[in-house]
C-alpha cells in the first residue's frame, strides 16, 4: 500500500535551516508530481511547494527564496531545504500524493 514517512524536523532558531525528507512507496514515485503542505496551530493546512515528475517546481509566497523542493527518484523521496526560518514557519509538515495520501507529519519549530 502507499506509504509516506517524513523525517527531518525539530527545534531550530531563527535563521536557521532544516531538511525534510519523505520516503514514499507503493507507487511509482519518478511518475508523479509531490508536494509538501504545513499547518500552523489553528490554522488550515497549506500548500508549501510541488515538484513535478519532470522536475518543475513551484512555492507559496511566503516561503520563494527560502524553501527548495527537491527529489531522488532512486530513492524514492522528495526533500524540502528550508533556510532562512522565521519563527512563522512554524507547522507540522506533511508530505502528499495525489489527492488522498498523506504523510503522518513532521514537526518544524522556529524559536529562540
Known amino acids: 500500500q502507499v506509504q509516506l514517512v517524513e523525517s527531518g524536523g525539530g527545534l531550530v532558531q531563527p535563521g536557521g535551516s532544516l531538511r525534510l525528507s519523505c520516503v514514499a512507496s507503493g507507487f511509482s514515485f519518478s511518475s508523479y508530481a509531490m508536494t509538501w503542505y504545513r499547518q500552523a496551530p489553528g490554522k488550515e493546512r497549506d500548500l508549501v511547494a510541488v515538484i513535478t515528475s519532470g522536475g518543475s517546481t513551484n512555492y507559496a509566497d511566503s516561503v520563494k527564496g527560502r524553501f527548495t523542493i527537491s527529489r531522488d527518484n532512486p530513492k524514492n523521496t522528495v526533500y524540502l531545504q528550508m533556510n532562512s526560518l522565521k519563527p512563522e514557519d512554524t507547522a507540522v509538515y506533511y508530505c502528499?500524493?495525489?489527492?488522498?495520501?498523506w504523510g503522518r507529519g513532521t514537526q518544524v519549530t522556529v524559536s529562540s
Open positions: 502528499r500524493w495525489r489527492l488522498n495520501y
